[in-house]
């Protein structure tokens, strides 16, 4: 159970530091914001979820 939690919790950290490295390196019309969401999503699909994210961004807004 404990393994579970920590698990999860590893992938919502990484999920927003690469979402934070990622606002680091674009300029700020690309910028994606951290939140709830943006986490989630990045935690459940990760690089795929991040490419997701991009296009999103770049197409709708």
Avoid: D, H
């Avoid at 674009?26 to 699909?45: C, G, H, Q, R, Y």
């Amino acid at each position: 159970m404990l393994t579970k939690i920590t698990k999860v919790l590893k992938r919502i950290l990484v999920s927003f530091f690469m979402l934070y490295g990622y606002n680091l390196l674009v300029p700020s019309e690309a910028l994606i914001p951290i939140n709830f969401i943006t986490v989630i999503i990045l935690s459940i699909f990760e690089v795929p979820g991040l490419l997701f994210l991009i296009i999103i961004r770049l197409f709708i807004y």
